[in-house]
Structure formats: C-alpha cells, structure tokens
C-alpha cells in the first residue's frame, strides 16, 4: 500500500490530467458568461434602458462583493487546499463557504439599507439584491471549491443548474415586469444552485466558522482582497475618466471593442478558474517546473489572444459588425489594434500571476497588483487626454507592458526564495 501511494505518475497521464480539468474550466466558464449574457438581454428587452439601468447597477453591486468574497474566502482556498486529501478540503470547503455567506449576509444588510434609504426602482435593485446576496456568494464558492479538489464537472453541473432554474425564474419575473422581480428570480435560480453545491459536497456553509478562517489566512486574504478590488477598481476608474475626458461616445466605443474580444476573454477567465490549483499542484510535485508551467500558460494565452485580434481585424466584415453592434461599429473597430495589445500583455502576466498565487507569496502578488493597477489607469487617462479612446487603448497597452515585467519580476524573486528555504510537507497532502 505505502509503494501505491508513492507511485510515480507517468507525465503523459498527467498531462492528460491537466487537460481534462482545464477543458472543464473552459466549459464552465462558457456556461457562466451565455447565461449572463443571455439574462442581461432578456431583462433589457423586457425592462427598457431606464429599468435595465438599474438592474445594472445592482449587477455592477455583486461583481465588487463577488470580489470582497473571493479575496477573503475562495483564493486563499484555492491556493492552500489544491490537491490536498478529501478531509482537508472538506474542512477548507466549510470554512470558506462559511465566509463567503458572511461576505453575503453584510453585504446584503447593507444593500438592503441602502435600497431602503434611495427609494424608488435603483432602491429596489439593491434592497432585492441584498435579499439574494448571500445566496449569490455561496454558489460562486463552490466553484471555486470544485476547482480547488480538480472537479471542475461539478462546478460545470452546479452552474448548469443555475442555468436551468433561471429559465421559469425570469418567465415568471416577465409576469410581474419589474426590476425587482428580476433581480430575485436571478438570485433566487442561483439559491437553487447553492444548495444542489451542498448536496454535491456534502457540506453546509457555516457563519460561526468564518472567523477562523480570516484568522487562519490573514496573511493571504486581506492582501487578495485589495488585489481584487484593485483590479476592478481600475477598470472602472478609467472609464470613468473616459468619459469625463473625451465624453460618452468614446465610452461606447472602449466598451464596443470589449465585447468584441469578449468570447476571447471568457476562455481566459476560464483557464484563470484551474490555472492556480494546477500551478499548486505542479509546485509540490515539482518547484523548478513552475516557472516553465507559468511560461507556457502566459504566453499561450498571449498567442491566443493575439490570433483573435488578427481575425478581427481581417476576417470580420464591416456589415457583420455593424449588425452585431450597429453605430458604434466604426469608432470600435479603430480601437482593436490597440486593444488587442493589451489583452496579450495582459494574458502574459496572468502566468506570473498565478506563479504568485501558487507561490502564497502574496505580499509580492499585491506589490504587482497595485503597481499594475496604476499603470493602466495612468495611461488610460494620459492616453485619453491626448487622443480620446484611441489614445486611451494606446496608453492601457503601455501600460499593461509595464505591469507585465513588474509581474514578471516579482514571479522570479519569489520563485528564488521558495527554492532557497526547506518546504514542509502541507498537511494533509494527497501522494499519488
């Protein structure tokens, strides 16, 4: 039994591995992004702009309190009990998911009291929202809770069943034609969802837990936390600064370019759901692969991402882009050159980045973040005040470079201070 357990893996069966739990992220995430994509039009078809305005804003909300939850609950889950034995994770999985509905409950009591206070339908948006936030919180923690024990189906069937639930959820919200309809058949499909993740686990989140947990990985989660909402916080505030700079219009025209690399960007951020658990996995087997690992991921998706821009620029018609997003069409198309730029630099980075994450190194992870994080912002404005978007998508390309060689360095310093100290064997580690 003890020769079993220590049995060599052949590479190829572990490549093989690797494959298959990467293609399931893959798959999950294209479940994820069609289902929003196609809630997100259902409701402004029925709701009009003004309605669909403030859905919005409550799915803006849960994208920065998904983050909150996901630096303090799932990442440092992902980095500390990848590929440990079913006990470990099992034990990891209650006390994560325990944050995660603590993240959920006082962010929707806070959600709840600010919906109270606005009033009207932008009040209602966010007073719904609090009601199925913690709802919400839960089942992204077991997605990320799957990915974490290399079972990505799970994940796959969970959102499946999200998908599923939100079909009668938003035909009986049509019935009542309200924003706040909306938002509780969203949330409330993805109850559904949160509680198939309990079956399929066979754990329950527990609130009283979630102390522990922050206390256990205050090393990791408050620094994963800022990171996080340093990364949505930048984009938002080089939006904003757009549109203050040059206006509107060229507003629409970053976001037109957007959703045209949107399919692109749906496989990155489903490869960046397993990247971390494999980066975890292939550093306690092997440390001086990681850096190769790391190599190979950043600068696949680098290559991938630059064959997507070049389709779109030499294979989409302009009245295949008109159709798909009518008059911004034009002042979008200008801009993915640029664009397309600063998605490759961006892509080569996330492998540095998931090195770090591998690596619990967060100090140094949050060092790059930020520093990142004001690059692209800097050059998104600099670039914006001298030449509107097109300036704008310039400046974030420079800027994401310089992010990617600070990413970069830190990934190799913390590379070299891993392999100089002795590693304990992580409790509860799997051998085979």
Not at 411 to 421: P, S, T
Request: charged share 10%; proline share 4%; with cysteine.
């Amino acid at each position: 039994m003890g020769i079993g357990r220590h049995r060599r893996v052949r590479p190829s069966r572990g490549l093989k591995a690797m494959a298959g739990r990467l293609s399931w992220g893959l798959g999950d995430q294209a479940v994820s992004s069609l289902t929003n994509f196609a809630v997100g039009a259902f409701v402004a078809r029925s709701l009009g702009a003004g309605a669909f305005g403030a859905f919005s804003l409550a799915w803006v909300t849960y994208g920065v309190l998904v983050n909150v939850s996901r630096g303090l609950a799932t990442d440092p889950l992902m980095v500390r009990f990848s590929g440990v034995a079913a006990d470990a994770w099992r034990g990891a999985v209650v006390r994560a998911s325990g944050t995660a509905l603590a993240v959920g409950v006082a962010g929707g009591l806070g959600c709840l009291g600010l919906g109270l206070v606005i009033g009207g339908p932008v009040g209602g948006a966010f007073a719904a929202l609090g009601a199925v936030l913690p709802a919400l919180l839960v089942q992204d923690s077991w997605r990320y809770a799957f990915f974490a024990s290399g079972e990505g189906r799970k994940a796959f069937g969970n959102d499946l069943v999200w998908g599923a639930a939100l079909v009668p959820a938003m035909l009986l919200a049509s019935a009542h034609d309200s924003v706040v309809a909306f938002v509780l058949a969203w949330g409330l499909a993805a109850a559904v969802a949160a509680g198939f993740g309990c079956v399929q686990t066979g754990v329950l989140p527990r609130l009283t837990v979630a102390a522990t947990w922050l206390r256990q990985q205050r090393d990791l989660g408050p620094r994963y936390l800022v990171e996080n909402a340093s990364n949505s916080g930048g984009s938002q505030l080089r939006m904003y600064g757009l549109g203050a700079i040059a206006g509107l219009a060229d507003v629409g025209a970053v976001r037109g370019v957007e959703l045209l690399l949107g399919p692109f960007l749906a496989v990155l951020m489903g490869l960046s759901l397993v990247a971390v658990p494999e980066a975890a996995r292939v550093l306690r087997r092997s440390p001086h692969r990681l850096r190769v690992f790391c190599l190979l991921l950043g600068g696949g998706q680098a290559a991938a991402a630059l064959c997507w821009g070049t389709a779109l620029l030499l294979l989409l018609p302009d009245r295949a882009g008109e159709f798909l997003l009518g008059a911004v069409w034009e002042p979008a198309s200008a801009l993915i050159v640029p664009a397309t730029l600063g998605v490759v630099g961006a892509s080569f980075f996330t492998g540095a980045a998931t090195g770090l994450r591998a690596l619990g190194a967060a100090r140094r992870s949050l060092r790059s973040q930020l520093v990142a994080s004001a690059a692209y912002v800097a050059g998104g404005l600099a670039g914006a005040a001298l030449g509107g978007a097109l300036g704008s998508a310039w400046g974030v390309a420079a800027g994401v470079a310089f992010g990617a060689v600070v990413w970069w360095a830190q990934f190799g310093a913390g590379l070299r201070e891993h392999v100089a100290r002795p590693q304990p064997e992580p409790e509860g580690m799997r051998t085979s």
